[in-house]
């Protein structure tokens, strides 16, 4: 054979890194938590992922992607006289209301020499699993039929591995069954639901080119104007080397059971099957409890079978798709002899395994991981499942691995974005005091205390503040300008109050219309100097904090989106409150003794 193509990327799935918004939905949705957060960056970690594209299907913005081939099988077939399509079963749920030999057609008109049904393969692979559970003993046997499957226990089962049925999967059996008819120099190009049969086809280059997607195929199509319901068929178009019987069935959770059936229930064996990657791990649980007799588990990573594979683009109902697949398999022919043939085709393989090695961290490592986090007690782990991991303790040992960053943890970040904002206001040398719908106060500085008098700064030290506090009673005389700020939106709302023998200047500011209003409060009977230091000391104190709540802010994204508000509107408010005789306070006013 020719050397393999060699894709531009190493693995199927990978991350368009500058498309990534590290919302973490990717890291809940993976049934195997194969993604590894670098630098807010969520990539796939090779090394522990099954390919079920599972985050593929979730990404809200599609950084996630399947690794695009199609200018591989374009070269293929620049390079090779004969290439064969091996097209997979679930082409029927697909392409709907589509003859198979207008699409036989289309798929021609693409450049390929032949097309042949995946199905056949999964026949010849029926009738190795109906032999071998006829003249095998007890045990359990479960299908090698999903790639995901093979991957998920391979690498997170390794202990059921001598349970997989020792036969080449029904695309792979499918390839040597065409090399054996057309002869080793084809080329042969697979096309399906599936992103873990390219897997397959890197895995065993001898057997299988290249492995395209049904969205690999309709972009194809479309790229070159083909229209396959406008295709009018020949005699040429035809499935080779001849047409697929039950195999057909394969794509629909059940489908191999159905198949080997036909050729005679084996006696005494029973038969389950499984499909869904939660569904399937429950399963593989506690099989070594299970009584000394002949089980057979089919197992799809898919729910409902290959037809919801990850890269269909119809989106039906099952049951509709179970029965498009049931109708065209009962129209293909005769159902099969009920003996078992002599197999023609070697179809024997051993999976290998390859574990992914899970570490026990002790209690000493795990409080350490969670205090980066901001969990120093039981009742901090909130398990709330923002970071994309089930426990807190699941995120601790994430970090410990790398695999994770601190600012994953929504509940911690906004408790560091709260006290920078709650340090920014309790620095600056002014009042400064925020009030909620009901007019009371969600936080203040001491130096709002100081500038109402009274008693307000006693009330303070006890509670430093003043969070519930109905603003009405500590300053009757403000009361009003701030219910204005919630009636109506205000960018700034300035006056002079007198209160008792002095004049205060209150600036009030919207930051979330009829929900939260701020303000900021000046003496302006006292020294204007004095003024003109206050101001330079809150300029210093906004540009050294401002920046670091803001980036806090920004990676909180919407849970802080009102502490980023609220801190905008502060800073940019005090920045622009006027001086005793109008304008901007200014170095030149102070020298004047205004």
């Not at 999967?169 to 065409?178: G, I, N, Q, V």
């Not at 969990?375 to 499942?385: Q, S, W």
């Not at 500085?445 to 003043?466: C, H, I, Y």
């Amino acid at each position: 054979m020719d050397d393999p193509l060699i894709p531009l990327f190493r693995t199927p799935i990978y991350t368009e890194k500058a498309r990534c918004q590290d919302c973490y939905k990717c890291v809940r949705a993976c049934p195997v938590k194969a993604i590894k957060v670098v630098e807010d960056s969520a990539t796939v970690m090779a090394e522990r992922c099954v390919y079920c594209g599972t985050c593929v299907n979730v990404c809200p913005v599609g950084a996630k992607k399947v690794r695009d081939d199609l200018e591989l099988a374009r070269r293929l077939l620049r390079r090779k006289e004969r290439v064969v399509l091996s097209l997979a079963p679930s082409f029927v749920t697909e392409f709907p209301g589509l003859e198979p030999r207008q699409l036989i057609h289309a798929l021609r008109n693409l450049g390929f020499w032949a097309v042949s049904e995946t199905a056949l393969g999964a026949q010849a692979v029926s009738s190795a699993c109906a032999l071998a559970l006829e003249k095998g003993g007890p045990g359990v046997h479960v299908s090698t039929a999903c790639p995901t499957v093979v991957e998920l226990i391979r690498r997170y089962h390794v202990e059921q591995l001598p349970l997989l049925t020792p036969l080449l999967s029904p695309l792979l059996a499918h390839c040597k069954l065409l090399r054996q008819e057309y002869g080793e120099d084809i080329g042969i190009v697979f096309v399906g639901p599936c992103i873990a049969k390219k897997l397959e086809a890197d895995g065993r280059p001898d057997l299988l080119n290249l492995a395209l997607t049904f969205a690999d195929l309709h972009r194809w199509l479309e790229e070159e104007g083909v229209d396959p319901a406008a295709c009018e068929p020949t005699e040429l178009d035809r499935f080779q080397p001849t047409l697929a019987r039950d195999g057909a069935l394969y794509p629909a959770d059940g489908g191999m059971t159905r198949s080997i059936a036909q050729r005679g229930r084996p006696e005494g064996v029973t038969f389950m099957a499984f499909s869904g990657i939660h569904s399937l791990q429950g399963a593989l649980a506690g099989l070594k409890e299970i009584p000394d007799q002949k089980l057979f588990l089919e197992l799809l990573a898919c729910e409902g079978g290959c037809v919801n594979g990850p890269q269909v683009r119809r989106t039906c109902g099952t049951a509709l798709k179970w029965m498009q697949v049931m109708g065209y398999a009962a129209g293909t022919g005769e159902s099969v002899p009920t003996a078992v043939p002599a197999l023609e085709l070697d179809l024997r393989a051993e999976a290998t395994a390859d574990p992914v090695v899970h570490v026990a961290y002790d209690a000493e490592r795990i409080q350490g991981a969670l205090r980066r986090v901001g969990k120093t007690l039981p009742e901090d782990e909130l398990n709330c499942g923002g970071c994309g991991y089930d426990t807190c303790r699941n995120l601790a040992e994430a970090l410990l691995e790398e695999r994770a960053e601190p600012n994953m943890c929504v509940s911690y970040m906004r408790k560091l974005a709260m006290n920078k904002a709650n340090t920014l206001i309790r620095s600056m040398p002014a009042g400064v005091v925020l009030v909620d719908e009901n007019l009371h106060v969600i936080e203040c500085n001491r130096r709002f205390a100081e500038t109402l008098g009274g008693d307000t700064p006693d009330v303070f030290d006890v509670k430093p503040g003043l969070g519930g506090a109905d603003l009405g009673r500590l300053a009757p005389e403000l009361k009003g300008f701030f219910a204005r700020g919630l009636e109506k939106e205000v960018s700034a709302l300035r006056r002079e109050v007198q209160v008792g023998d002095r004049i205060l200047r209150l600036t009030v500011f919207t930051i979330e219309a009829g929900r939260l209003v701020g303000g900021v409060l000046q003496d302006i009977t006292e020294p204007a100097v004095q003024r003109e230091q206050v101001l330079q000391q809150a300029q210093e104190v906004i540009r050294k904090n401002v920046a670091t709540v803001q980036k806090i802010a920004f990676l909180l994204g919407e849970n802080a989106a009102e502490t980023e508000m609220m801190l905008e509107s502060l800073s940019s408010s005090f920045r622009n409150t006027p001086s005793p005789l109008g304008g901007p306070a200014s170095s030149e006013d102070a020298r004047r003794g205004n």
